[in-house]
């Protein structure tokens, strides 16, 4: 059994959900997961500030709005008249539901409710649609097992047990449905597993059953190996490890967010990535691979501030990074890139939120110096030290273009450079060239 899960845009409108039903009517007795049709969640979000604000008005037109989209959304799906009035019934069901809070106080726990609409939504009309077509599908519902804890973390029991409980019961059905992102809380209110959380809930799922494979399905062929929009020929990387994927979703792979796969990483089981647009590609397969000796893609982030602290104190003596790092912590801000020397430390941040204040701090260490418009330019891949040649061959690519910092050695999966804007593209190309043509 598979764990397959749609997101927004995959679900996006009535022909991508004919689409997504053709795809998973064959594709065996798997687990399908779906988000929110696309934009759902923000409106929602949306109304729920207006209600927030005790603007009903604003709320009631974005209310009226998003039921409008789905009204025309079940005229185009639909072909007989049962079908189109049960699904018309249960959306018409929800949006009353909505429209009740717009009554009384309005705190989170309401807010939740609200929030929970969209996977309700998107499923319900999934659902539906496969019954017209004479799927055998089941619904599982997410609030009935999807639950968290105390700390806010699936209580994988729990749902382990109930999930096998509702599959028992519904043995002779080919296929089963459930939504994304929504569950229950400790106390057993509707809460949700924040935002993009359909991707955990696959992964959640698919650790709790043992599953094969979880699918995570978009709207782009896996990851690729370089950045399309500055790279040409680019392709999906085949394979890459768990830890490789972590590295590369930093840097705006944002198909994927590292904690979203840790059930299934911790529990081995494969994360493969595929496009509904172009369903027979391969994709990109996630998993705990043996090393593969190989540098698997390039990828950039922009944006970055480079801040250097230069301190004679800093020779032979100690705590003084301890000093540096107390001062990103009190201003709340994440270091990503880390290069040092026996005399100065480099870092960089990739927000210039509290900038000032931090190099105002900075100051009474050492000497510090800013550049602005920095990019970092990762690659990713089987970089374990023993292995001899790789970051020859990457530094070599960028023998043209001054480096800012390198950090190499912090994983056995990165090597990072730094370099101004104004080189990312001749960086990237030329990474690409030395790389991944040969
Ligand atoms: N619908 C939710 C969101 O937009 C969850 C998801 O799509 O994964 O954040
Ligand atoms: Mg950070």
Same mark, same amino acid.
């Given at each position: 059994?598979?764990?397959? /899960?749609?997101?927004?845009? @995959? ?21 399908? *997961? ?10 929602? *979000? ?22 409008? /989209? ?52 998107? *499923? ?20 009935? +097992? ?15 047990? /109930? ?90 792979? #944002? ?72 001062? +990103? ?34 100051? /009474? +260490? ?8 920095? *990019? ?22 960028? #023998? ?31 990474? @690409? ?6």
């Amino acid at each position: 059994m598979k764990v397959l /899960k749609f997101g927004g845009t @995959s679900v996006g409108s009535a022909q991508r959900i004919k689409n997504v039903a053709q795809l998973i009517a064959n594709r065996g007795k798997n687990i399908v *997961v779906l988000s929110a049709m696309s934009g759902t969640t923000n409106s929602l *979000v949306e109304i729920s500030d207006y209600l927030y604000k005790r603007n009903i008005e604003g709320a009631k037109e974005i209310i009226n709005a998003l039921e409008n /989209k789905y009204r025309a959304v079940i005229d185009e799906l639909f072909d007989t008249e049962e079908f189109k009035m049960l699904a018309q019934n249960e959306i018409r069901d929800c949006f009353n539901y909505i429209r009740s809070f717009s009554k009384d106080i309005f705190t989170l726990f309401e807010e939740k409710e609200i929030l929970s609409r969209g996977e309700i939504m998107s *499923v319900a009309l999934m659902y539906h649609y496969l019954r017209e077509k004479h799927v055998d599908v089941a619904m599982l519902p997410a609030l009935d +097992f999807m639950k968290t804890d105390k700390n806010n973390e699936p209580d994988t029991q729990y749902i382990k047990q /109930k999930l096998e409980t509702l599959l028992e019961r519904n043995a002779d059905a080919s296929l089963y449905l459930t939504h994304g992102y929504i569950c229950r809380n400790a106390y057993g209110e509707i809460d949700n597993l924040r935002r993009g959380g359909s991707d955990l809930t696959a992964s959640v799922i698919g650790a709790a059953l043992g599953a094969d494979e979880i699918e995570i399905w978009t709207d782009i062929d896996g990851m690729h190996n370089n950045d399309p929009r500055f790279v040409e020929g680019t392709r999906p990387v085949d394979e890459l490890h768990f830890e490789e994927a972590a590295e590369l979703a930093y840097f705006g792979a #944002k198909i994927l967010h590292p904690t979203c796969v840790l059930p299934a990483k911790l529990n081995n089981i494969p994360v493969r990535l595929l496009n509904t647009m172009d369903p027979e590609a391969r994709g990109t397969v996630i998993y705990n691979t043996v090393p593969s000796r190989r540098i698997k893609a390039v990828a950039a982030k922009d944006d970055i501030t480079a801040i250097k602290i230069k301190s004679s104190r800093m020779l032979l003596a100690y705590g003084f990074l301890r000093k540096v790092f107390e001062i +990103f912590e009190t201003h709340k801000t994440s270091i990503d890139m880390i290069a040092t020397s026996e005399v100065g430390v480099s870092v960089t941040v990739d927000s210039t939120k509290g900038l000032d204040d931090i190099v105002n701090d900075l100051k /009474k +260490f050492g000497t510090v110096t800013i550049d602005h418009d920095m *990019v970092i330019i990762c690659v990713v891949g089987d970089l374990e030290w023993h292995n001899t040649g790789f970051e020859t061959r990457a530094m070599e690519a960028l #023998k043209d273009i001054p480096v800012r910092m390198i950090s190499y050695g912090g994983s056995n999966y990165n090597i990072s450079f730094l370099v101004s804007k104004n080189d990312k593209v001749k960086a990237l190309n030329a990474l @690409s060239d030395k790389l991944f043509k040969n």
